[in-house]
């Protein structure tokens, strides 16, 4: 059974910096894909940065670009995402989350979830 549980969020002024971190109980490994996502209240949930455990580039929303940096640690089964110049349009609830196998998007097909951190930008 695999979980994700995060943690890192909090309450920030505008233009300060939070880490996220992302525990997984799998092998981060063993997913195609990890991401995180937000979603504001009100709002659709959107993707944000997502990265190849395997290798490779990874991929940022326009919104964060420049901003945000994914980062993740095969060893220790954790995913972080660096937080740098919030904005208040960043508040949100953060949610990691995995991807078992290959789907067309980069924000699409991913399967497991975790309860979310809540960012909050002031």
């Known amino acids: 059974h695999v979980q994700l549980v995060e943690s890192g969020g909090g309450s920030v002024q505008a233009g300060g910096s939070l880490s996220l971190s992302c525990a997984v109980s799998?092998?981060?490994?063993?997913?195609?894909?990890m991401g995180w996502f937000r979603q504001a209240p009100g709002k659709e949930r959107e993707g944000v940065a997502a990265?190849?455990?395997?290798?490779?580039?990874?991929d940022y929303s326009d919104s964060v670009k420049g901003r945000f940096t994914i980062s993740l640690d095969n060893d220790k089964n954790t995913v972080y995402l660096q937080m740098n110049s919030l904005k208040p349009e960043d508040t949100a609830m953060y949610y990691c989350?995995?991807?078992?196998?290959?789907?067309?998007?980069?924000?699409?097909?991913?399967?497991?979830w975790g309860q979310g951190t809540q960012v909050t930008v002031s």
């Open positions: 990265i190849y455990p395997g290798g490779g580039s990874p």
């Open positions: 989350a995995a991807r078992a196998a290959y789907t067309r998007g980069m924000w699409n097909g991913y399967n497991f």
């Open positions: 799998g092998y981060t490994s063993s997913f195609n894909r």
